[in-house]
């Protein structure tokens, strides 16, 4: 397993719900952390929480729906003059559920992609260099579990097109130490997940840092927070390693 003390994440999404929870976990763990919300100021609390860990942290802000902002942001952490070693792209939308589905308007993909496709990749395809010439990394991109539901067609298309590009990346890095996965959180009582979702936002853990920890140079791997609620980050780890498989691009995986 990794140790991550010492080391760097970029979580984004932090100032509450699923990535506030990731970033906690990570600075328990001893890692330190530079953590984005819309603005800087959105991520006083974790900060400070963190910070009161003893792990060094710092805060970002970017609107996601701008391109130029995750270029400025990206510029930022890179002057902060510290190697990120992991990045958990959290920050998500959910802009509409579309009871008429058949009057979906375009905004909603034209939304959904900027902030839940993007915005990741953007970030991704800056720091993936970094840690290949390092030879060290972790990137984790969260997707999400809807199926067959029109209603939600942006937030699903956006998260199913994140899957594509990750897991075709995965296997670029495959047998190296730097892996690539992604994570579902499940439908969890958050500002995205709305009130009436069945799950708390700490059901999510460890499952949605698991791809930190790994240790076993695999890329492409769907580590399902649900599969992990109620097990010891050991216990997390040694599931994700022995039971989790490998996307290989075939149909149903």
Request: glycine fraction near 10%; charged fraction near 20%; proline fraction near 4%.
């Amino acid at each position: 397993m990794v140790d991550v003390k010492g080391k760097w994440a970029l979580v984004t999404g932090a100032a509450r719900g699923i990535g506030y929870g990731a970033a906690i976990f990570l600075a328990k763990k001893g890692c330190n952390l530079v953590v984005q919300g819309r603005t800087a100021a959105h991520c006083d609390k974790v900060l400070a929480e963190a910070q009161a860990l003893g792990v060094k942290a710092f805060a970002v802000g970017a609107e996601f729906s701008d391109p130029a902002q995750v270029e400025s942001m990206l510029a930022k952490i890179d002057a902060l003059g510290v190697d990120i070693d992991i990045v958990l792209n959290n920050a998500g939308i959910q802009v509409a559920y579309r009871t008429d589905w058949l009057k979906t308007p375009a905004s909603d993909y034209q939304e959904s992609f900027k902030i839940n496709t993007i915005a990741p990749m953007m970030i991704l395809y800056h720091f993936l260099p970094k840690m290949q010439a390092r030879g060290f990394g972790r990137i984790v991109n969260t997707t999400s579990g809807i199926r067959l539901e029109p209603e939600q067609a942006g937030y699903s298309a956006s998260k199913a097109a994140l899957d594509k590009v990750t897991m075709d990346i995965a296997q670029k890095v495959n047998g190296t130490d730097v892996c690539v996965n992604i994570t579902d959180p499940g439908w969890c009582r958050t500002d995205l997940g709305g009130k009436n979702a069945p799950n708390s936002p700490e059901s999510s853990l460890p499952g949605v840092v698991v791809g930190a920890f790994v240790d076993d140079k695999k890329s492409g791997r769907n580590f399902a927070a649900p599969l992990f609620h109620g097990l010891s980050l050991e216990e997390a780890v040694k599931k994700a390693e022995t039971e989790i498989p490998v996307y290989t691009g075939t149909i149903g995986f």
